[in-house]
């Protein structure tokens, strides 16, 4: 077994893939590759490496278009600007290796200034590889050499001073290459001369100190005999020896549905350190929502209008004899979210802020300790575990995350299944229709929201006296007559279960929360599930980011449900009234009665009326002193 290497270098690739495999300009990934470099220089400053090297610009990258060579110059500037008070106030000496010839004169103004600065730091040696090429730099020191015999450490000082190195620099021990390429590209050769190689596929935005501390290990166990015979093994380095992959976190989600993903785009927007970890890796499947948002939460937040289909402004309830009460509204009420891209959009501005995204993740629970909370996952064979600050349950209406916090949970849940089309002509302008019929859905509804574009239909019911695909094939076929399914493509099923009990009370305590269905943030009556969902969710990353500034625990306690519960009395008894009445002959009779002009009004009210989530009260918060986000 190895001892650290003192020196390691990386070639810092993938940084235009990752982009492009997220819809990004190039310049984007290199952003985010500037996040992960600072993310490798604290690493290795706790991993005791003493030298780093970073190979950020070779001499042929000039080929690349002028676009993307400028921003990159211009990124290297603003990070040697920014990062050389930090580097001095932490023992780092930056340096930057390469030609400084056809630099722009600002850069290297800014790097005369840094290294100057820093030249008295200790504990790192960082260097930065600019307009690099190792074949060069043998050229110009052998240009440089006097004539006749020539030591290889005199050459090496030549081989130095031809790149603005320092010649005490010691050989390349470890060189890793990120982003599943497996070249030298031209990097430190003659350094690099008895390095141990390392290609790993993660593209350099997404590497984090668990990738560096998983490399050295690596390294830990070849074995380098530098053309020797088998040395003695040596002692392991400590700081690798854990069995789990450890990282820590602010807070941790688990759970990347709308709740889940909005809470952590919101906390990394505040600058807070987020892990979101989920069993999926393609957020596109398994959604669990029609995806109905109402006028209060497209007016209230700022949701891509490209990412939702056209508005609906009218509702058609239907009884079960088929007579319909159409409920028109002057306003967009509705409109239908198209959920997988609406996650993806999400996560990508969650991992734009610095979000750490865990695909395919199991939580194989949580235990209290010093400071948080050890949350542990289980990724194929893989453990990570993550010393969080606070763990937020957004894991659906089964929450775990609950259980495992002592938390109250869900006890009245309906099941949900529906299917979704294109290609089904339209029949009119974009409508919500809404069947009351407890023979198709005991306990709740059946629904078709056709906006024109997709069409969702659906049933939901009381899992003890349902068959959700019975359902959902007998509301197809009654409806047929109207809606011409010939030509209609089954783009997706979605199915699940909804807490129709309404918030529950207890949903935090000092080491974490809940939101989304987990804290049964969904209305008890009508669309709109998605407004609590949201509303609860950015009022949770507010309570969780003045917790994590104040360092108190005790600022979760702000987070209650209770407060809700009131305002939910009047729906979860309507909600009950309903789930009571099983006779379609009642129902008839009821749908006669919501025909007259008085109930119409009333109804009109359920549908297009404000009131879907009360707004959280944020006066204890204010009281903290914190202004509202
Ligand atoms: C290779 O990825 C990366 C580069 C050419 C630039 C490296 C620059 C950074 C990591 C940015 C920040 C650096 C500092 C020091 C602030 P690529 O663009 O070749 O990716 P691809 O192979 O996927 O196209």
């Given at each position: 077994?190895?001892?650290?290497?003192?020196h390691?270098?990386?070639?810092?690739?993938?940084?235009?893939?990752w982009?492009?495999?997220?819809?990004?300009?190039?310049?984007?990934?290199?952003?985010?590759?500037?996040?992960?470099?600072?993310?490798?220089?604290?690493?290795?400053?706790?991993?005791?490496?003493?030298?780093?090297?970073?190979y950020?610009f070779?001499?042929?990258?000039?080929?690349?278009?002028?676009?993307?060579?400028?921003?990159?110059?211009?990124?290297?500037?603003?990070?040697?600007?920014?990062?050389g008070?930090?580097?001095?106030?932490?023992?780092?000496?930056?340096?930057?290796?390469?030609?400084?010839?056809r630099?722009?004169?600002?850069?290297?103004?800014?790097?005369?200034?840094?290294?100057?600065?820093?030249?008295?730091?200790?504990?790192?040696?960082?260097?930065?590889?600019?307009?690099?090429?190792?074949?060069?730099?043998?050229?110009?020191?052998?240009?440089?050499?006097?004539?006749?015999?020539?030591?290889?450490?005199?050459?090496?000082?030549?081989?130095?001073?031809?790149?603005?190195?320092?010649?005490?620099?010691?050989?390349?021990?470890?060189?890793i290459?990120?982003?599943?390429?497996?070249?030298?590209?031209?990097?430190?050769?003659?350094?690099?001369?008895?390095?141990?190689?390392?290609?790993?596929?993660?593209p350099?935005?997404?590497?984090?100190?668990?990738?560096?501390?998983?490399?050295?290990?690596?390294?830990?166990?070849?074995?380098?005999?530098?053309?020797?015979?088998?040395?003695?093994?040596?002692?392991?380095?400590?700081?690798?020896?854990?069995?789990?992959?450890?990282?820590?976190?602010?807070?941790?989600?688990?759970?990347?549905?709308?709740?889940?993903?909005?809470?952590?785009r919101?906390?990394?927007?505040?600058?807070?350190?987020?892990?979101?970890?989920?069993?999926?890796?393609?957020?596109?499947?398994?959604?669990?929502?029609?995806?109905?948002?109402?006028?209060r939460?497209?007016?209230?937040?700022?949701?891509?209008?490209?990412?939702?289909?056209?508005?609906?402004?009218?509702?058609?309830?239907?009884?079960?004899a088929?007579?319909?009460?159409?409920?028109?509204?002057?306003?967009?009420?509705?409109?239908?979210?198209?959920?997988?891209?609406?996650?993806?959009?999400?996560?990508?501005r969650?991992?734009?802020?610095?979000?750490?995204?865990?695909?395919?993740?199991?939580?194989?629970?949580?235990?209290?300790?010093?400071?948080?909370?050890?949350?542990?996952?289980?990724?194929?064979?893989?453990?990570l575990?993550?010393?969080?600050?606070?763990?937020?349950?957004?894991?659906?209406?089964?929450?775990?995350?609950?259980?495992?916090?002592?938390?109250?949970?869900?006890?009245?849940?309906?099941?949900?299944?529906?299917?979704?089309?294109?290609?089904?002509?339209?029949?009119?302008?974009?409508?919500?229709?809404?069947?009351?019929?407890?023979?198709?859905?005991?306990?709740?509804?059946?629904?078709?929201?056709?906006?024109?574009?997709?069409?969702?239909?659906?049933?939901?019911?009381?899992?003890?006296?349902?068959?959700?695909?019975?359902?959902?094939?007998?509301?197809?076929?009654?409806?047929?007559?109207?809606?011409?399914?010939?030509?209609?493509?089954?783009?997706?099923?979605?199915?699940?279960?909804?807490?129709?009990?309404?918030?529950?009370?207890?949903?935090?305590?000092?080491?974490?929360?809940?939101?989304?269905?987990?804290?049964?943030a969904?209305?008890?009556?009508?669309?709109?599930?998605?407004?609590?969902?949201?509303?609860?969710?950015?009022?949770?990353?507010?309570?969780?980011?003045?917790?994590?500034?104040?360092?108190?625990?005790s600022?979760?306690?702000?987070?209650?449900?209770?407060?809700?519960?009131?305002?939910?009395?009047?729906?979860?008894?309507m909600?009950r009234?309903?789930?009571?009445?099983?006779?379609?002959?009642?129902?008839?009779?009821g749908?006669?009665?919501?025909?007259?002009?008085?109930?119409?009004?009333?109804?009109?009210?359920?549908?297009?009326?404000?009131?879907?989530?009360?707004?959280?009260?944020?006066?204890?918060?204010?009281r903290?002193?914190?202004?509202?986000?």
């Amino acid at each position: 077994m190895n001892r650290a290497p003192e020196h390691v270098a990386i070639i810092m690739d993938g940084n235009g893939r990752w982009a492009e495999a997220r819809g990004l300009a190039r310049s984007r990934g290199h952003e985010q590759g500037a996040a992960a470099v600072r993310r490798a220089v604290e690493a290795a400053v706790r991993l005791e490496i003493r030298t780093l090297t970073l190979y950020a610009f070779s001499a042929d990258n000039w080929r690349r278009p002028e676009a993307e060579v400028n921003a990159l110059l211009e990124l290297f500037r603003s990070f040697l600007e920014a990062e050389g008070e930090r580097c001095l106030a932490e023992g780092i000496r930056l340096s930057v290796i390469g030609r400084r010839d056809r630099l722009p004169d600002g850069l290297i103004r800014a790097i005369e200034h840094v290294e100057s600065e820093t030249a008295g730091g200790r504990r790192l040696d960082l260097r930065i590889a600019v307009d690099y090429s190792a074949r060069d730099a043998i050229v110009r020191a052998a240009a440089a050499a006097p004539a006749g015999e020539l030591s290889r450490e005199e050459f090496r000082e030549l081989l130095a001073r031809a790149h603005h190195a320092d010649p005490a620099t010691p050989d390349v021990d470890l060189l890793i290459r990120t982003g599943s390429e497996q070249r030298l590209s031209d990097f430190l050769l003659w350094e690099s001369a008895y390095a141990e190689l390392l290609f790993v596929d993660v593209p350099w935005p997404d590497f984090e100190e668990a990738d560096l501390r998983r490399a050295l290990e690596a390294f830990g166990t070849r074995d380098r005999r530098f053309g020797a015979i088998p040395t003695a093994p040596a002692e392991q380095h400590p700081a690798v020896s854990d069995a789990f992959t450890r990282i820590e976190a602010d807070v941790t989600i688990i759970g990347a549905g709308l709740a889940g993903l909005d809470c952590a785009r919101a906390l990394a927007e505040r600058g807070l350190s987020v892990v979101i970890a989920d069993r999926k890796r393609d957020l596109k499947q398994g959604v669990h929502t029609t995806g109905i948002f109402v006028r209060r939460t497209i007016e209230d937040f700022s949701l891509p209008p490209s990412l939702l289909g056209p508005p609906v402004r009218r509702v058609v309830l239907e009884s079960p004899a088929g007579a319909q009460q159409v409920l028109e509204s002057p306003h967009d009420e509705f409109r239908v979210g198209r959920m997988g891209a609406i996650y993806e959009d999400l996560l990508q501005r969650a991992i734009l802020a610095g979000a750490r995204w865990v695909s395919g993740a199991t939580f194989s629970g949580a235990r209290a300790c010093e400071r948080g909370s050890l949350v542990k996952l289980e990724i194929g064979s893989e453990r990570l575990l993550v010393h969080t600050r606070f763990l937020v349950g957004a894991d659906g209406a089964r929450s775990r995350v609950a259980a495992e916090l002592g938390l109250d949970t869900n006890r009245e849940t309906i099941v949900g299944a529906e299917e979704v089309f294109t290609g089904v002509p339209s029949q009119g302008p974009p409508s919500l229709h809404c069947f009351l019929d407890p023979r198709l859905a005991p306990g709740y509804i059946g629904w078709i929201v056709d906006d024109g574009r997709e069409l969702h239909l659906g049933v939901g019911g009381y899992a003890d006296s349902f068959n959700p695909a019975a359902a959902l094939s007998e509301l197809r076929t009654r409806v047929a007559p109207r809606f011409d399914f010939s030509r209609a493509e089954l783009v997706e099923k979605r199915g699940g279960l909804i807490p129709v009990g309404g918030i529950l009370p207890r949903i935090s305590t000092p080491r974490g929360l809940l939101i989304g269905d987990a804290a049964g943030a969904v209305s008890p009556l009508t669309a709109g599930g998605l407004d609590g969902a949201i509303r609860l969710s950015r009022y949770a990353a507010e309570v969780l980011a003045a917790a994590v500034e104040r360092d108190d625990p005790s600022v979760l306690a702000l987070y209650s449900g209770a407060e809700y519960q009131a305002r939910f009395l009047s729906r979860r008894w309507m909600r009950r009234a309903i789930s009571a009445v099983r006779s379609p002959l009642l129902v008839e009779a009821g749908c006669a009665v919501l025909r007259t002009p008085l109930l119409s009004r009333l109804a009109w009210h359920v549908f297009f009326g404000r009131g879907s989530f009360p707004e959280p009260d944020r006066s204890g918060l204010a009281r903290l002193g914190v202004a509202e986000g």
